[in-house]
C-alpha cells in the first residue's frame, strides 16, 4: 500500500486561505468517503480535524473544511492565522481493514 | 472525556524486541479500536494496524504483520504493542490512537496518546 501524495509545502499570508491536496488511487480515496486529515504542531501528538471527507469535530473551526472529487480529496484552511502553521497529514480508509496516511504537508504562514 | 496515556520511552538494540502500553482513562463504555502510528524522524505517519478493545481482534499492515503484535489487557483498560526484530529504521515515536465504534467519527482517530519514543541503536 503507497503513500497517499500530498505536497511537500504549501504557503499563505495571514487572512489568505490555503488548499492541500491528497491524491490516492481508486482503491483508497476513490473509493469511499472516509478521508481524515489531522494537524499537527512539531513535538505533539496529530490532532483530528476533518473526518468522513467533510465533517468537522466539535471544537474544530469553521475555517478547516474537506472536500473530494475523484481520487483526490482536498483540505482548504481559510482566514489563514499563525496558529495554524503546522504539519497536515490526510488518512484513507483503504479496504480490507486498512489504512493509509499522506506524506504530509508543511503548510508555512509567511 | 477519554485519555490515552503511553509508557516512556524505550531504547533497544537491534534484533531485541520492543512492547509499548497504552492505557485509556476516563469514560471508557464507548466500544473502540486502538490503532497505532509510527513516525520515523522527520517524516510523515505511518499505519501499523489495529485491535478492537472489545474482543481482541486485531488487523496488521502487511509491512508489520510478520513483527508486530498487539495485546489487549482489559482489566487494565491498557492496549500494548510488542514490536520483534527491531531494526534501526524502526526508531520512531509510536502513537497508539482511539477509533469509536457505533459513533462520530467514523473510520478516523479522534483521541491519541502523547506518543512513545523508541530508538534502536547499537
Known amino acids: 500500500q503507497s503513500a497517499l501524495t500530498q505536497p511537500a509545502s504549501v504557503s499563505g499570508s495571514p487572512g489568505q486561505s490555503i488548499t492541500i491536496s491528497c491524491t490516492g488511487t481508486s482503491s483508497d480515496v476513490g473509493s469511499y468517503n472516509l478521508v481524515s486529515w489531522y494537524q499537527q504542531h512539531p513535538g505533539k501528538a496529530p490532532k483530528l480535524i476533518i473526518h468522513?471527507?467533510?465533517k468537522r469535530p466539535s471544537g474544530v473551526s469553521s475555517r478547516f473544511s474537506g472536500s473530494k472529487s475523484g481520487d483526490t480529496a482536498s483540505l482548504t484552511i481559510s482566514g489563514l492565522l499563525a496558529e495554524d502553521e503546522a504539519d497536515y497529514y490526510c488518512?484513507?480508509?483503504?479496504?480490507?481493514?486498512?489504512?493509509?496516511f499522506g506524506t504530509g504537508t508543511r503548510v508555512s504562514v509567511l | 472525556q477519554v485519555q490515552l496515556v503511553q509508557s516512556g520511552a524505550e531504547v533497544r538494540q537491534p534484533g531485541a524486541s520492543v512492547e509499548v502500553s497504552c492505557q485509556a482513562s476516563?469514560?471508557?463504555?464507548?466500544?473502540?479500536?486502538v490503532h497505532w502510528v509510527r513516525q520515523a524522524p522527520g517524516q510523515s505517519l505511518e499505519w501499523m494496524g489495529w485491535i478492537n478493545a472489545g474482543n481482541g481482534n486485531a488487523k496488521y499492515s502487511q509491512k508489520f504483520q510478520d513483527r508486530v503484535t498487539f495485546i489487549r489487557d482489559t482489566s487494565a483498560a491498557t492496549v500494548n504493542m510488542e514490536l520483534n526484530s527491531l531494526r534501526f529504521e524502526d526508531t520512531a515515536v509510536y502513537y497508539c490512537?482511539?477509533?469509536?465504534?457505533?459513533?462520530?467519527?467514523?473510520?478516523?482517530?479522534?483521541?491519541w496518546g502523547q506518543g512513545t519514543v523508541v530508538t534502536v541503536s547499537s
Open positions: 476516563g469514560n471508557t463504555r464507548i466500544r473502540y479500536a
Open positions: 490512537a482511539r477509533e469509536p465504534y457505533g459513533s462520530s467519527p467514523n473510520d478516523a482517530f479522534d483521541i
Open positions: 488518512c484513507s480508509y483503504a479496504g480490507g481493514a486498512t489504512f493509509v
Open positions: 468522513e471527507g467533510s
